[in-house]
């Protein structure tokens, strides 16, 4: 039997849980680095594409191996018609998150032979995944509302299509190009509670959709991706500048959380939330304003001024349904976009967990009786 080496860390506070090469953050400095490479880089030069490769398979792809890429996930969008007719079947009124979740455990069934320790099935395995999700989350979104999901069009890029396919329509430009730099931003964020998720599902050696349906589990919690949606019912609740201090003030008193706030590890405002904040003005200066951006910005205001001794800022889920949101997305869509990225995360520490796998089996401090009797049901008393 092991020893217990430190003591009980609730929500593993600064635990390490894996060494890991793919990402970084200084949390009081502003740096957030894949593979070394300061997020604000990758934002203005890169697509999401390059990232999830730099990100999957540790270095920049040359321009063969992202033609490679981009190719191979272009010809694998496609669902099969059996997984189009079982998302026919899921409520209307499911949570996408919950459809994306089935869909992505789901393949699983179909791509069933596990070769882990084969590099061809895991980089069939992440072209499949990379490609797939999209299309399962525009085709719920479509059949939902009672039409036959659009098939992707190869000659679009990843977000351009994945735009189209949900909105029927052919994007603009520039609201294509914002969606590809969320998606950058949103791709992996060290050991977040989803990656912390795929990695023990991953350290079974189960298959690949089986991590990636854990890990979207485990995103779509409000107090974790599940909070972009949440931030904009809030900003719709709060309605207008002039109620922000009042709302501030009232979950203050009732000790409720303020969606979009707050991080584990952030003590300054999250990098990620000041490009969000950016790409929103951005598409604001082609498209209007929105009336809640001004609501948002008064919130940052008032809870910055009350809770800025706690370094509590703007996280990564508060300027991005604002973005969405100007895109004529849905707001219950904004996890499985979120989800969308963080699959290239999720595949990078999939692969890492798999190359010295020791299965995640921690400990714990039992809190509990010992040597108590069975007692007949008969003579049990009413216990609260
Ligand atoms: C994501 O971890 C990641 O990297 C996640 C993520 C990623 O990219 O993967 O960045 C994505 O999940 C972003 C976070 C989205 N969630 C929210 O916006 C929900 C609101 N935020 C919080 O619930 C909270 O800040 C968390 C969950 C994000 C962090 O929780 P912690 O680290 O456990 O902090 P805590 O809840 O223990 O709070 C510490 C203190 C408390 O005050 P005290 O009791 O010490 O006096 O800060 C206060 C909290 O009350 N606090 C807040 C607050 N967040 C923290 N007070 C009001 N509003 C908030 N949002």
Redesign the pocket.
Known sequence: MGTTICEYQ??L?NVPAAESGISF?DGDNSILEYRGIAIEELAKKSTFLETAYLLIWGHFPTKDELDTFENDILHHRRIKYRIRDMMKCFPESGHPMDALQTSAAALGLFYSRRALDNPEYIRAAVVRLLAKIPTMVAAFHLMRKGNDPIQPNDDLDYATNFLYMLTERMPDPLAARILDVCLIL?A????????FSARVTASTLTDPYAVIASAVGT?AG???????E??LLMLEEIGSVKNVAAYVDK??AN????????????RVK?P?AILLQDLAKQLFEKTGHDEYYDVAVALEEA?TER?GE???YP????YSGLVYRKMGIPSDLFTPI?AIA?VA?WLAHWKEQLVENRIFRPTQIYTGNHNSPYIPIEEREFTK
């Open positions: 609730p929500g506070a953050i949103h992996e964020h060290t050991m977040n509670a989803s990656t995103l409000p107090l974790h991706g599940g909070a972009n949440e931030v979950c203050l000790k409720q959380k303020i969606m979009g706030f707050g991080h584990r590890v952030w999250d990620r809870v809770l706690k370094k509590i996280n990564v889920d508060f979120f963080r995360g």
